[in-house]
């Protein structure tokens, strides 16, 4: 199978996968420049990043402003569990707290995808999150 029809077939999956955990505020992979809208409503988003564990690589929460923002969960999910080596993605999902939601505001994220060995040599990827009334 060519690495294009690999590819097709790891971005159809995954999104499959995004409509199977709700695409709801949810952005995927470094789509950092389309900002995530949050309301009261529902005040849990997600990003879903491309990851590869096995490369030594992974994504790790650099700054976000704790006071308005609480990290829920994070999670690694394999595309094939079949191929040893074959990457997937993570989900990371955060929470809104009631005072980023007083009045609309943008809130930024950061992320970086490096190796634990490696720290001082990384590039951020910023995530916008756009609060607004109810």
Partial sequence: MTKLKISLLAILFILCSITAFGAKNQITFNSSDKPIMVNKSSATFSVILESN????????????????????????????TKLIGAGGYEKWVFRVKPAGLVVPQIIFVQLAYTRPWNLENYKPVTFKVVTYGS
């Fill in 53 to 80: 564990p096995t490369t030594g690589y992974s994504w790790f929460l650099v700054k976000y402003d704790s006071n308005l923002i609480v990290p829920v969960s994070q999670k690694y999910y394999p595309l094939n």
